[in-house]
């Protein structure tokens, strides 16, 4: 199992891409899941480039990739992706479209966007879903263009700082979307700090998921707070989960979703690399609890 965490764009372009990918793979990481964004709500410029000037920039980041050995896994879109007019239903489309493209360029099978995610209390779950469904199925076309597939990743919500499920945030749910959609380019990303989140059982929601489950953000959580741990730093019982991925012959990255970002801003370089290396250390000592 290849060992992978998850950066941002705008940190590798901060670092420059040949430094970046220089630190990836001195500190022992053997992919990453590629963030198509600067933050939350937060575009990239690139995105809004010229096409060749985008493809121009994707190829060669896949390029120095390749240099040092560093796969992309997985890529995870711009966020978040709630819509209630037109102009913004086909600005995202607009946005996921490029998201997507960068995906085929950097050699990815798969990226993350997102469900809908309003509070259940104000959309109720079927209205939620019903967006989720709508935005999901124009992507239809546009994954199959560029042979990408969506994973659909589950979500939670809060009020009044109590964490709640909303739409899609378990695995019936997930596979619910998958068969409504109706199309092959749709697979499961689970979230371990997610389910964590709103009280699922984590190695029994990855059983349901079963053969669907294709990428994973894996990363740890305490006291009911979407904080991004790296593994064996909160609650999850990380041996039943690694049980249930052997059950169903997981056979993607083990991807940490950590917060790299705040690494970088708090120490540079150095501090993120520290980072990427303990992402190293403990997601080794999480795929030997097989």
């Not at 198509?36 to 121009?56: C, H, R, T």
């Not at 917060?259 to 501090?271: A, C, H, M, P, V």
């Amino acid at each position: 199992m290849k060992i992978s965490t998850s950066i941002n764009n705008s940190v590798i372009d901060q670092i420059g891409a040949d430094r970046a990918f220089e630190l990836i793979a001195k500190s022992g990481l053997d992919a990453i899941d590629f963030g198509l964004l600067i933050g939350y709500n937060n575009p990239l410029p690139i995105m809004s480039a010229d096409e060749a000037e985008f493809i121009e920039y994707y190829t060669n980041l896949k390029k120095i990739a390749d240099k040092y050995g560093v796969e992309i896994g997985q890529t995870h879109a711009f966020f978040p992706c709630e819509y209630d007019n037109e102009d913004k239903f086909n600005w995202l489309l607009n946005q996921f479209e490029r998201n997507i493209h960068a995906t085929a360029l950097l050699g990815s099978k798969y990226i993350v966007i997102h469900p809908a995610n309003y509070r259940p209390d104000e959309y109720g779950n079927d209205k939620i879903n019903e967006k989720t469904y709508r935005l999901f199925k124009a992507l239809i076309p546009i994954l199959e263009k560029y042979d990408v597939y969506n994973a659909v990743e589950n979500m939670w919500m809060s009020r009044d700082g109590v964490i709640m499920e909303t739409g899609i945030s378990n695995a019936d749910e997930m596979l619910k979307c998958i068969k409504v959609l109706n199309s092959d380019r749709f697979v499961t990303c689970l979230d371990s700090g997610h389910m964590l989140n709103v009280g699922r059982n984590l190695g029994d929601e990855a059983r349901k998921l079963g053969k669907t489950l294709k990428i994973v953000h894996l990363h740890d959580n305490r006291w009911m707070r979407d904080s991004h741990e790296i593994p064996l730093f909160g609650e999850t019982d990380w041996k039943d989960l690694m049980r249930a991925l052997k059950e169903i012959g997981y056979d993607g990255n083990f991807n940490v979703e950590g917060s790299s970002t705040k690494f970088y801003n708090i120490g540079g370089e150095d501090l993120l690399y520290e980072f990427f290396t303990l992402v190293v250390k403990a997601s080794k000592i999480c795929i030997s609890l097989i």
